[in-house]
């Protein structure tokens, strides 16, 4: 989450000035999940008591249905 843009996850508990912004993460996703070479994924840095709103919460659970959706395109079975 510390990538992204302070005003986009209010609740992250590092403040990035001129960070991306989540559209251009969005478009970054796909790409980064249908890497063969990624073997895992993290989220860290969400804190929910910061953000009353739960944007921070609702874009980190959006990351990982994404990054998910681009891996499944990578499974062996």
Do not use: Q, Y
């Given at each position: 989450?510390?990538?992204?843009?302070?005003?986009?996850?209010?609740?992250?508990?590092?403040?990035?000035?001129?960070?991306?912004?989540?559209?251009?993460?969005?478009?970054?996703?796909?790409?980064?999940?249908?890497?063969?070479?990624?073997?895992?994924?993290?989220?860290?840095?969400?804190?929910?008591?910061y953000d009353q709103s739960?944007?921070?919460?609702?874009?980190?659970?959006?990351?990982?249905?994404?990054?998910?959706?681009?891996?499944?395109?990578?499974?062996?079975i």
């Open positions: 989450m510390d990538v992204l843009e302070s005003a986009h996850v209010p609740g992250a508990e590092a403040f990035t000035l001129f960070g991306l912004t989540v559209r251009e993460l969005w478009s970054v996703l796909p790409k980064l999940g249908s890497n063969k070479k990624l073997k895992g994924f993290d989220i860290v840095e969400v804190s929910p008591h739960e944007l921070t919460a609702m874009t980190a659970a959006g990351i990982i249905v994404e990054l998910l959706a681009a891996c499944a395109g990578n499974v062996i």
